[in-house]
């Protein structure tokens, strides 16, 4: 029996996926539950697993290529149902003759016409440098309620880096009309990220539109709120040489998520927490939690337990805010993502029911997820769901800093480096050496009151000064 | 003797106060000229370079124009055939195979005369030769008067084109052997013909052979004429073609060729040749066809040439030299004429620095035979390849009342192949009279995003032809008035095919 086995449902609203490396070649043996291809969405660098043991037929898909859910990735011959592999299947299989004819493997298989869509960049890549490059004025769409094109700035002068054919692969045809896909390209929107409203998903202007004004920056600085569509940049390879590289999935959407956050009102406090004590007890602790399976005990498993505990006293910095709705949405649960510097770029795991683990089990939670992520082996739902987040930069050197939100969280901690300095010890009558951690904690003005981050913020430091008020009000 | 490439057309538009941009065009194919039009109509400095006297490259004088005016004749032909059936009888025509020359010739000098008045009216400068590059901003133009102009540009258009292909084997120096350019020249009309080659170049000329007079065999390498189309498309016409034709010979190979007496003596191989030594007073060798990408001067610029002789571009046509872009043949699959203007449109409007790209939903290709037949987007076979899960809508000619009053019912299919999920059509593709005029609203659809219930509810006017569009979309729901469709099951997750 040969199977076509195409890309699962990856995660709600999942639809398309890079292809980062093709692990099986026509007439391999599979197990089931073999990586079969390695993709990446937007958050996660997934491996997607066969379905059932046989041997691989055709390779249909490319590195590089994106894909869509329900797009055949291989097909699997001799498939046994979800049988588990045996031992001798590959020898037997591997020379028959029906291995031997399959047709040519994955670049091969790329679509026989020259891709017509190939990587239209977001900004317009007009003609090279000689003589200044006219502005090409694009029509301004009459009445639209927010106004989608960047004033008519002339595209950068930036020689487009001259890209061979065949670079994508998508064949799918843009459900758009060519008008509609012209009005993307004027206002710097690629065309194929944008969600179709009209029947069976076609494209629209106003569909356009509205992608446009929902990507603040479009890539670039999102220093300006929701210009929509790309402010094309200078030309920049006018003051020297320029290496230009397309953003990964990964980059993209930190750089929509972010640009999202900035739009909601941030306040940042900034307060150092005492931790002589904690860290001489988490020195002395440390073997006893490795020991006990927790890994390698840190200061951010610490504060893991800590903030989930004090989220439960301050519900409303684990809260959300619904404007469409007029709501507080009050979670009854406490999810706490840890940011991670990883190759691919910046990823939030997320600890599930932070405040029902001990600080051994958050620890050692923490070590998995962390490794996942530099692995690239996180799941989408692993990094979703979370009510609060906690970002070190310690390890970097850094002390204070303004740490962004990561919508629709309103609260986050960033956790500094910490140093030793003298403070005024008022009974002693001297200044003592004093390990001193320092926190930043950024929250949403729209719900979260200055004093109530404040408060927050005190509680957090007080208990890890006083680490018994964990077990006493924890 | 240097000459900058000033002047001339209508300054400003484009560099705002600074001097016009400087456009070289090379080859005024239709490709090249719709390139330099554009680039004339944005107001930059244009220079169109060609060989010939006009614009209008192989198109125009060897190709497309010259063998359409042959096939109106062939189909004339057959219909004064056809109507004996309906009671008109004709005689015998009497063929003045001079008269036919020079009325292909009259069409082509008007079409290439009126590109020639175009080109003075844009301001764009015609120069008779032959350009090679001499680095990214020069080129040296050989003039056919005589004597080299060296060229200074900020930009270049490749617009050469291709060639047919020639296979040493087949005696290409054989005055008996024709390729398609000295087949449209018509030396005469050989009582035997042989075509090599079953692809739409040798159909179409060896139909005009056949109307005229011609005994043609056709020998084919592959199992089928017209390799790569649908075959449910090329039936009908191989149907027809088989009564017109002598022979069609397939999965055949010609293993030898040699003049004979006056004629040509070939030996056939494959494993259902029976007569493998034949002999015919000519032949055409129609084997596909190369792109010029030699002798330009490439190798002093950063142009760079794929495997098979395309030069290789970007979604703007631009090359990996930045100043220079290549259009049509030149640049790669399909080659066809309306594609090589698409392009050149691009380029010329990428030089302008406007936003394009060249990212068609879907190209038609057209076949002139007769019947004719046409495809645009997807098709059945590049489904199936892809592993595209589509919805296949097939309707006969039959069904069709216009088919019928001209005679051709028969002879036609209107299938339609749509996206299972969001209804949108994919491709189409035509077989029958017409087909090459009708598959216009079929590639607009497909451009327009357009659902199967668009075209369904699109009135279309009766009885024509373009009615089996409307009425193939209704296939989708089973509803045709005049076609039942009783294999059609809608089950999803069928296979290309499974319609």
């Known amino acids: ?78 498939a046994g149902a979800g049988a588990p592999f045996a031992a001798e299947q590959p020898a037997a299989s591997a020379g028959t003759p029906s291995a031997a004819e399959q047709p040519a493997p994955a670049p091969a298989a790329a679509p026989p016409e020259p891709a017509p869509a190939l990587a239209v960049e977001a900004a317009p890549a007009p003609a090279a440098e000689a003589p200044a490059p006219p ?72 569909d356009v539109k509205r992608h446009a004004r929902s990507q603040p920056g479009g890539g670039g600085a999102a220093a300006t709120p929701a210009p929509a569509g790309a402010a094309a940049l200078p030309d920049l390879a006018r003051w020297g040489e320029v290496e230009r590289l397309p953003m990964s999935r990964v980059r993209r959407t ?61 519900p409303r910095i684990n809260a959300a805010v619904d404007v469409a709705a007029q709501q507080i949405a009050y979670r009854q649960y406490v999810h706490i993502g840890v940011a991670v510097d990883t190759e691919r770029g910046l990823l939030v795991p997320v600890v599930r029911d932070a405040d029902q683990k001990n600080v051994t089990e958050l620890s050692a939670e923490l070590g998995e997820l ?63 050496p004093r ?37 006493l009000e924890g | 003797m240097t000459t900058g490439v000033t002047g001339g057309a209508a300054s400003g538009a484009v560099g705002g106060a600074s001097a016009p941009r400087r456009v070289l065009v090379i080859g005024a194919g239709p490709g090249g000229y719709p390139a330099a039009f554009q680039a004339a109509h944005l107001g930059m400095d244009v220079t169109l370079v060609d060989p010939e006297p006009n614009p209008g490259g192989v198109c125009l004088y060897r190709g497309c124009i010259p063998s359409k005016a042959l096939l109106h004749i062939a189909g004339l032909l057959h219909e004064t055939d056809a109507a004996a059936d309906w009671g008109i009888h004709f005689e015998r025509p009497a063929i003045d195979l001079d008269q036919v020359r020079d009325w292909k010739g009259r069409v082509v000098g008007r079409m290439t005369g009126g590109l020639g008045v175009l080109t003075k009216q844009r301001r764009v400068r015609y120069l008779q030769g032959r350009a090679r590059l001499t680095g990214p ?16 540009f900020d930009y270049a258009v490749l617009a050469t084109g291709s060639r047919p292909s020639v296979i040493p084997s087949l005696l290409p120096e054989s005055p008996l052997v024709m390729d398609s350019t000295s087949a449209l020249e018509l030396p005469e009309v050989p009582a035997t013909l042989l075509v090599v080659g079953g692809g739409y170049i040798g159909l179409e000329l060896g139909s005009v052979y056949a109307a005229l007079g011609s005994r043609v065999t056709v020998v084919e390498m592959t199992a089928g ?100 872009f290549a259009v049509g043949d030149v640049a790669g699959e399909p080659m066809l004429a309306h594609k090589a203007t698409h392009e050149g449109r691009v380029a010329a409007d990428a030089i302008a620095g406007l936003p394009v790209a060249f990212e068609p939903s879907a190209i038609p290709a057209v076949v002139f035979t007769d019947p004719e037949i046409a495809w645009t987007g997807l098709s059945e076979v590049e489904a199936h390849e892809r592993g595209v899960e589509v919805d296949v809508l097939r309707y006969p000619w039959v069904a069709s009342g216009r088919a019928t009053t001209l005679g051709r019912g028969g002879e036609g299919v209107t299938k339609l192949l749509v996206d299972a999920r969001s209804e949108r059509v994919l491709g189409v593709g035509i077989t029958g009279a017409g087909a090459g005029e009708l598959i216009a609203e079929a590639t607009l659809a497909i451009e327009m995003g357009a659902r199967v219930e668009d075209l369904r509810q699109t009135i279309h006017a009766h009885p024509t032809l373009s009615e089996t569009l409307m009425e193939a979309a209704d296939l989708f729901t089973n509803s045709s008035p005049h076609y039942v469709d009783r294999r059609r099951e809608r089950a999803r997750g069928g296979q290309a095919g499974a319609g």
């Open chain 1, 135 to 206: 502005p090409p004025s694009p029509p301004a769409p009459a009445a639209a309620p927010a106004p989608p094109p960047p004033a008519s700035a002339p595209p950068a002068a930036a020689p487009a880096p001259a890209l061979p054919a065949a670079a994508s692969s998508d064949s799918t045809p843009v459900f758009a009309a060519p008008s509609v896909r012209t009005f993307a390209r004027e206002i710097g929107v690629d065309i194929r990220e944008v969600a179709g409203s009209g029947p069976g998903g076609r494209i629209s202007v106003d």
């Open chain 2, 137 to 152: 901003t020069h080129a040296v133009v050989e003039l056919v008067e005589g004597g080299d102009q060296a060229l200074d």
């Open chain 2, 225 to 324: 004429l017209l390799p790569g189309a649908d075959r449910d498309l090329v039936q009908p016409l191989q149907r027809r073609l088989e009564k017109e034709f002598e022979e069609i010979l397939l999965e055949t190979r010609v293993d030898a060729m040699r003049e004979q007496g006056g004629g040509i003596e070939v030996t056939l191989g494959g494993a259902s040749v029976e007569q493998p030594l034949r002999r015919f007073d000519r032949a055409l060798v129609s084997v596909g066809r190369r792109p010029n990408s030699e002798g330009l001067g490439l190798e002093s610029t950063r142009v760079r040439v794929d495997a098979r002789g395309f030069i290789e571009v970007d979604a703007q046509r631009r090359t990996a030299e930045p100043t220079i």
């Open chain 1, 1 to 78: 029996m040969a199977i076509e086995f195409a890309l699962p449902e990856l995660g709600e609203g999942i639809e398309e996926a890079d292809v980062l490396k093709v692990l099986v070649a026509p007439g391999d043996a599979v197990a089931v539950e073999q990586g079969v291809i390695e993709v990446e969405t937007e958050k996660a660098t997934l491996e997607v697993p066969a379905p059932a043991a046989g041997t691989i037929g055709e390779v249909r898909v490319a590195s590089g290529e994106t894909i869509r859910v329900g797009q055949v990735i291989v097909t699997i011959e001799d």
């Open chain 1, 370 to 432: 962390s490794a996942k992520a530099r692995d690239g082996k996180l799941g989408l739902d692993e990094m979703r769901g979370g009510s609060f987040t906690i970002s070190n930069l310690g390890g970097l050197g850094t002390g204070f800093f303004t740490p962004i939100l990561n919508p629709p969280e309103v609260g986050i901690l960033g956790v500094g480096r910490a140093t030793t300095e003298a403070v005024w010890d008022a009974e002693a009558g001297a200044f003592g």
């Open chain 1, 435 to 471: 390990l001193l951690l320092p926190l930043s904690l950024s929250f949403d003005h729209r719900i979260v009151d200055g004093a109530d981050g404040a408060r927050f913020l005190s509680w957090v430091v007080e208990a890890l000064e006083q680490p018994l008020l964990l077990a």
């Open chain 1, 254 to 314: 930190t750089a929509d998520t972010i640009a999202r956050s900035w739009q909601s009102p941030h306040v940042t406090l900034f307060q150092k927490a005492d931790v002589t004590e904690l860290e001489a007890l988490r020195r002395r602790y440390r073997e006893r939690v490795t020991r006990a399976g927790g890994g390698n005990l840190t200061m951010v498993a610490i504060l893991l337990s800590v903030c989930a505990s004090a989220l439960k006293q301050h």
